[in-house]
């Protein structure tokens, strides 16, 4: 249900640059992948909520995965077991399944966050399902991937080649069959992302659907301040926080995107 929650903190654990926060929740606190909440962050200075994916909502908890970037993030990969954080949500437009078959869910780093939540969900619905994680390296993850290897099928992509395939996740991708799937679900670097499109569009032409991870302010549609180029014949642009965060991949105009990059 969306709307203001104080939820306490349960848990805390650090896997490498991650750090997932588990709160507890309401029983009537339910969400979809790809939506996220506004979190108010703790500290000088910090006058605006952080959005951050669902990463799972299940059994009266609710966590995040967040890696500490500035004073925000920081405070919530430091935040006590016990103390109650103020949540806005959940907020924005989630992913859709929209059928059977062989689902394909690409994260770019933190991207992790929310294909978790929706791997966690096309599971539960008994799809196909295989994801694909790129990082710089293996310290990034600190073992990460193992746990969620043992959650989905999962594909490690690393620049340095220091776990699973060496190159970038779209890469790995395409080595592994990108067009044996039906649908494709991303989240990761607008460059990712719009490489990932152009991709579908020469060939894969799976069904697409993308989470954009904008810079936010308000969250709710009011600022325009996370505005992303659409791609209608009359142009203009679409709030992330709003019609997003998640879009179907023809809804947006990636060579606006590609030359704002
Ligand atoms: C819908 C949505 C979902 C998100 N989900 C997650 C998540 O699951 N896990 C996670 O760790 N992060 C996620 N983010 C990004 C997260 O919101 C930012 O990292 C956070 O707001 C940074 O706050 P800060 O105070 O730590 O850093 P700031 O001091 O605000 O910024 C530190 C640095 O990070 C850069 N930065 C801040 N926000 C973003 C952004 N959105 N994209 C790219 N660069 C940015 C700034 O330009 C600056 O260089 C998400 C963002 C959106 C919009
Ligand atoms: S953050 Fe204000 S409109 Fe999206």
Not at 168 to 174: Q, T, W
């Amino acid at each position: 249900m969306s709307g203001h929650h104080e939820v306490k903190v349960l848990a805390r654990r650090r896997y490498g640059c991650f750090v997932e926060v588990v709160m507890e929740a309401s029983a009537d606190f339910t969400a979809e992948p790809g939506q996220f909440v506004h979190v108010c962050c703790e500290g000088p200075g910090l006058i605006l909520r952080r959005p951050y994916s669902l990463y799972g909502v299940r059994h009266g908890t609710v966590s995040l995965l967040v890696r500490e970037v500035g004073a925000g993030s920081a405070w919530l990969c430091a935040v006590d077991v016990g103390y109650e954080i103020d949540l806005l949500g959940p907020l924005g437009r989630g992913f859709t399944v929209k059928g059977r078959g062989r689902h394909a869910l690409i994260a770019g780093g933190t991207g992790m966050a929310t294909m978790r939540f929706l791997a966690s969900r096309l599971l539960e619905y008994g799809e196909d399902t295989t994801v694909f994680w790129g990082v710089d390296g293996e310290e990034e993850c600190g073992g990460l991937d193992a746990k969620l290897a043992g959650e989905f099928d999962l594909h490690m992509a690393t620049m340095d080649g220091s776990l699973g395939y060496r190159g970038s996740v779209l890469d790995c991708f395409l080595a592994k069959g990108a067009r044996e799937y039906d649908f494709i679900y991303a989240c990761g670097p607008r460059g990712m992302l719009a490489g990932l499109a152009e991709i579908n569009a020469r060939g894969t032409m799976a069904d697409l659907q993308v989470c954009m991870e904008e810079r936010m302010a308000c969250g709710i549609g009011a600022c325009r301040g996370c505005v992303v180029p659409a791609a209608s014949p009359a142009g203009g642009y679409l709030t992330v926080c709003r019609d997003g965060p998640v879009f179907d991949g023809r809804e947006l105009d990636w060579q606006r995107i590609n030359g704002e990059i």
